[in-house]
């Protein structure tokens, strides 16, 4: 069984930087695509960065494109997101997801939180102003 446990949130002001962290375990993750999400209070969850595990391809919301780096350490099974240039928008809950994919994310990206199918507790990053 896949687990996910993210760390690293907290209360930061605006203009500064938090780095996320998701240890993933229970699979070899060599065809996986690991992704981060977010949910504001009474929002949606919604997509903010994705990457494959295999070959490393990245896709960003634009909403967070030039300040947000997802990355992986294939060694430790880790996904970490860099996050720089906080806004109080950027405020939520966020989330790391991991889905089965054999294939590459080149032409389709995994962007929908439906399309993940495991899914870690949640570490809360509050933005104040």
Same mark, same amino acid.
């Given at each position: 069984?896949?687990?996910?446990?993210?760390?690293?949130? %907290?209360?930061?002001?605006?203009?500064?930087?938090?780095?996320?962290? =998701?240890?993933?375990? %229970?699979?070899?993750?060599?065809?996986?695509?690991?992704?981060?999400?977010?949910?504001?209070? %009474?929002?949606?969850?919604?997509?903010?960065?994705?990457?494959?595990?295999?070959?490393?391809?990245?896709?960003?919301?634009?909403?967070?494109?030039?300040?947000?780096?997802?990355?992986?350490?294939?060694?430790?099974?880790?996904?970490?997101?860099?996050?720089?240039?906080?806004?109080?928008?950027?405020?939520?809950?966020?989330? =790391?997801?991991?889905?089965?994919? %054999?294939?590459?994310?080149?032409?389709?990206?995994?962007?929908?939180?439906?399309?993940?199918?495991?899914?870690?507790?949640?570490?809360?990053?509050?933005?104040?102003?």
């Amino acid at each position: 069984q896949v687990q996910l446990a993210e760390s690293g949130g %907290g209360l930061v002001q605006a203009g500064g930087s938090l780095r996320l962290s =998701c240890a993933a375990s %229970g699979r070899t993750f060599s065809s996986y695509v690991l992704g981060w999400f977010r949910q504001a209070p %009474g929002k949606e969850r919604e997509f903010v960065a994705t990457i494959s595990w295999s070959d490393g391809i990245r896709y960003y919301a634009d909403s967070v494109k030039g300040r947000f780096t997802i990355s992986r350490d294939n060694p430790k099974t880790m996904v970490y997101l860099q996050m720089n240039s906080l806004k109080p928008e950027d405020t939520a809950v966020y989330y =790391c997801a991991a889905v089965y994919y %054999g294939y590459s994310q080149y032409n389709s990206p995994k962007l929908r939180s439906s399309e993940y199918a495991f899914w870690g507790q949640g570490t809360q990053v509050t933005v104040s102003s």
